[in-house]
Structures are given as structure tokens and as C-alpha cells.
Nanobody, 122 residues
């Protein structure tokens, strides 16, 4: 079974920084893409950033220039460095992984983490 475990959520003041980490565990052979989504109260879940196996990132317009996503494919981890945080960044952040091939021969199409809360106060 493949699991994603997130860490790094916290409460910070506007302008601050946080670093979110996500580690995938299980009998993993490869993961096509890993990324971060977020869901604010009363809103739908939205993409924040994701990075492909080739290391190509893409970002939501709202976080471009402030957030940086990086990935260590050998360790099946993904990091989201968040700078210049604003109150509108307040949300539960979820790690996501797509097309996870395992050594058992089974492929998981999509796996989600349990979420980590980021709160930004003004």
C-alpha cells in the first residue's frame, strides 16, 4: 500500500515562510507526478504546484514567484517552499501523487495525503 505523509504546516504571520514536506512510502518503483493542492474553508480544492518525474514544475498563478516546488525522485519526496505568505494562502495543504508504479506490479492512479494546515495571520 502506498501512503503519503505530509509535514510542515504551521501558523505564521503575513510575509513569513514555511516549508512543507511530503514523503511517499510503500513498494514504489516510480511516481509520474507529485504535487500540492490546497483547500480553504468554503472553497474547492485547487492546485498549488506540481512537478513531473522529469522535474518540470508548474504553478498556480497565485503562487508564482513566491512558492517553489522541488522533488527528490530517489527518495519519493516533494518539498514546497512557501515565501511571502499571505492570509489568502491559509488552507489545508494536501500532497498528491499520480501514476505510482509499484514493485508488486500494481499501479495506483492517484494517492492523497491526509493534509496539513497552514494558517497565515495579518
Amino acid at each position: 500500500q502506498v501512503q503519503l505523509v505530509e509535514s510542515g504546516g504551521a501558523s505564521v504571520q503575513s510575509g513569513g515562510s514555511l516549508r512543507l514536506s511530503c514523503a511517499a512510502s510503500g513498494s514504489i518503483r516510480s511516481i509520474h507526478a507529485m504535487g500540492w493542492y490546497r483547500q480553504a474553508p468554503g472553497k474547492e480544492r485547487e492546485l498549488v504546484a506540481r512537478v513531473s518525474l522529469a522535474g518540470i514544475p508548474n504553478y498556480a498563478d497565485s503562487v508564482k514567484g513566491r512558492f517553489t516546488i522541488s522533488r527528490d525522485s530517489t527518495r519519493n519526496t516533494v518539498i514546497l517552499q512557501m515565501n511571502s505568505l499571505q492570509p489568502e494562502d491559509t488552507a489545508v495543504y494536501y500532497c498528491n501523487a499520480n501514476d505510482i508504479a509499484t514493485f508488486t506490479g500494481y499501479t495506483y492512479l492517484e494517492v492523497w495525503g491526509q493534509g496539513t494546515l497552514v494558517t497565515v495571520s495579518s
